[in-house]
């Protein structure tokens, strides 16, 4: 694996542990795509640091049972704004 994906992966993993992103907006702030940074987080990490893979993985899984919620508050959000 070339180093600047190493490099990457690490402050990508680094970012969403300490302002617990998700996933879109981690991708948003480093420019990549969703699909790379959930590689990077999953695949990629383990190889490279296993302890902040699994840290990296909390936070994936909290985000992941949080998801339906905010898709909620959103919705509500797009039909407030509808409202007269």
Same mark, same amino acid.
């Given at each position: 694996? *070339?180093? #600047? +994906?190493?490099?990457?992966?690490?402050?990508?993993? *680094?970012?969403?542990?300490?302002?617990?992103?998700?996933?879109?907006?981690?991708?948003? *702030?480093?420019? +990549? %795509?969703? %699909?790379?940074?959930?590689? !990077?987080?999953?695949?990629?990490?383990? $190889?490279i640091?296993? !302890? =902040?893979?699994? $840290?990296?993985?909390?936070? =994936? !899984?909290?985000?992941? $049972?949080?998801?339906h +919620?905010?898709?909620?508050?959103?919705? *509500?959000?797009? #039909? =407030?704004?509808? =409202?007269?």
């Amino acid at each position: 694996m *070339k180093t #600047y +994906i190493e490099e990457r992966a690490v402050e990508v993993a *680094k970012f969403m542990i300490h302002t617990n992103a998700t996933v879109r907006e981690t991708a948003k *702030k480093f420019g +990549i %795509s969703k %699909s790379t940074v959930h590689k !990077d987080l999953t695949e990629r990490l383990t $190889q490279i640091n296993p !302890d =902040l893979a699994a $840290q990296a993985r909390a936070v =994936l !899984d909290v985000n992941k $049972q949080e998801r339906h +919620i905010r898709g909620g508050m959103a919705t *509500k959000e797009k #039909y =407030l704004h509808r =409202l007269p």
